[in-house]
């Protein structure tokens, strides 16, 4: 009888370390994160004849707060965090400035419209710079903030044509990260049309 209680008590251990080597050698788990896109365009501003005008859209300006593709909120003032398992497939900059320049050659009113850093003489030049881009937390919810500053500019002669700065405010449907995917597709539509508004009436007006 001693000799079986031995007997089990190895074979205790002995399962004990086969189950401790597996969890040891098996693949670590890794958190999946999520990527999201930009890509809501606004429905065309206006169909004018092309002109032959061309125009340059380059990448906003901004801090490294928003230069990054990590997904930025903010739940009290002067403070900005990060969502861990969330994040954009690119960085706002370079979301905002591709759809913008496809937003304005669907005008049709522009010969091209072309994005930096692509070389080449150009008409007027478009610059932004990127303030704000964040989901912005409250009591009430929570709503994506855009704040984006634009010049419209002559490179012949170094002239600033025209500058506006620009504050879109959107309801996020929830107080998810998805939620402000989607408010930021929709702030996104609707900053875009109203910098091609800007931009046809500033230019068109000279």
């Known amino acids: 009888m001693y000799f079986n209680v031995i007997r089990n008590r190895i074979l205790v251990i002995a399962i004990l370390f086969l189950l401790s080597a597996c969890s040891v050698f098996s693949p670590v788990k890794t958190e999946q994160t999520t990527s999201y896109v930009l890509n809501t365009l606004p429905s065309p501003v206006t169909k004018k004849p092309t002109h032959k005008i061309t125009l340059m859209v380059t990448q906003p300006a901004t801090s490294q707060i928003y230069n990054t593709t990590q997904m930025a909120y903010t739940m009290q003032p002067y403070q900005v965090a990060y969502f861990a398992k ?3 497939a690119d960085t706002p900059p370079q ?3 591709s759809l913008l320049a496809e937003a304005l050659q669907n005008t049709h009113y522009f010969y091209a419209v072309g994005v930096s850093p692509v070389l080449g003489q150009y008409d007027y030049v478009l610059n932004m710079q990127l303030v704000q881009f964040v989901q ?3 009591g009430r919810g929570s709503e994506v ?3 984006l500053r634009t010049q419209i500019s002559k ?4 002239q600033v044509i ?3 700065q620009f504050v879109i405010v959107e309801p996020a449907p929830a ?3 998805y939620g402000g995917v989607v408010a930021a597709n929709k702030a996104t539509a609707r900053l875009l049309m109203q910098i091609t508004r800007f931009c046809l ?3 068109d007006s000279l």
């Not at 490179?155 to 170094?158: I, V």
């Open 201 to 203: 009436q500033e230019i």
């Open 95 to 97: 979301m905002l400035q």
């Open 86 to 88: 969330s994040r954009w």
């Open 136 to 138: 912005r937390f409250s």
């Open 145 to 147: 903030l855009i704040t």
């Open 155 to 158: 490179p012949a002669d170094n």
């Open 162 to 164: 025209a500058a506006k």
């Open 175 to 177: 107080n998810t990260p």
